[in-house]
């Protein structure tokens, strides 16, 4: 019996090396060393499939996808859209109130908008995400769900945060350490869009500057850059549904259709 269990444990030599050309082979496969173009440019070969290069830039703004990229493999519909919208109506709200639009300046409306449409349905739509395998999108979706109830939760009197703080200053100023962690997390993601379309870049990129509004008007006391984050604000709610818009509309259900503008790429000599 040991004699049978030892020869039964040993490796084989000649096994191994099969086990292991396999192995690489597989991974060899997967690989794309190359992307190749037709000769007209209308298609695109990643590995051993091709796909038109109008489809491929698509999936930037629509897609919320930094980068170029086929398809995935699971049969799944876009949430991409979804989210944009439930961020873009969200903002939307939130940035007249701020804004102090038409006398507006209590936020309980747009908290309820924050915790179903931007929140959950939000952060929903960002699983998703990660289920078909576009990490970028189910980051961003995700994360600003969580960020438009975390807001929500702020200005709701039932949650006994802003009543846990006696001292005005140190709540807005606590505030501010919140709005900055937001700024600096969506200027990373700015970063990850330098190599994407106009429409996705100027999304987070102006959104940043939202932030950054936002941010130095808590932490400085000064109340006109917070109204100016608000304009800020709308303007990215409309890039957000100018994103959304790329990713619903295509030949087959409307005349109008967003066109993606690729930003120049520059490369180290």
Not at 75 to 91: I, V, Y
Not at 230 to 242: D, K, P, R, T
Request: proline letters at 4%.
């Amino acid at each position: 019996m040991n004699n049978l269990t030892q020869s039964g444990s040993s490796t084989n030599p000649d096994i191994t090396s099969i086990q292991t050309s396999i192995s690489t082979s597989l991974y060899d496969e997967n690989l794309i060393h190359k992307v190749h173009t037709s000769h007209d440019g209308a298609y695109v070969y990643l590995g051993n499939k091709r796909f038109l290069k109008d489809d491929l830039r698509v999936a930037f703004g629509g897609f919320l996808n930094p980068g170029l990229s086929p398809a995935p493999v699971h049969k799944f519909a876009n949430p991409a859209p979804l989210g944009l919208s439930a961020f873009a109506l969200s903002m939307f709200v939130e940035s007249l109130i701020k804004a102090g639009a038409m006398g507006t300046s209590n936020v309980n409306v747009a908290a309820s908008l924050a915790y179903f449409y931007g929140g959950i349905i939000q952060i929903l739509t960002g699983m998703w995400e990660f289920s078909i395998e576009n990490t970028f999108g189910g980051t961003v979706l995700a994360s600003y769900g969580g960020y438009f109830i975390s807001s929500a939760a702020i200005s709701t009197p039932w949650f006994g945060i802003e009543s846990a703080y006696t001292d005005p200053v140190e709540f807005r100023n606590a505030k501010g350490f919140v709005v900055l962690g937001w700024f600096l997390f969506t200027l990373m993601l700015t970063l990850c869009t330098m190599k994407s379309t106009v429409a996705l870049f100027t999304f987070f990129a102006l959104f940043s500057l939202k932030l950054l509004f936002e941010t130095i008007g808590l932490l400085g006391d000064v109340e006109k850059l917070v109204t100016a984050s608000g304009v800020v604000g709308v303007i990215v709610a409309f890039v957000a549904w100018y994103n959304c818009y790329a990713g619903v509309a295509n030949g087959q259900n409307s005349y109008i259709q967003a066109k993606p503008y690729k930003l120049p790429e520059f490369h180290a000599e």
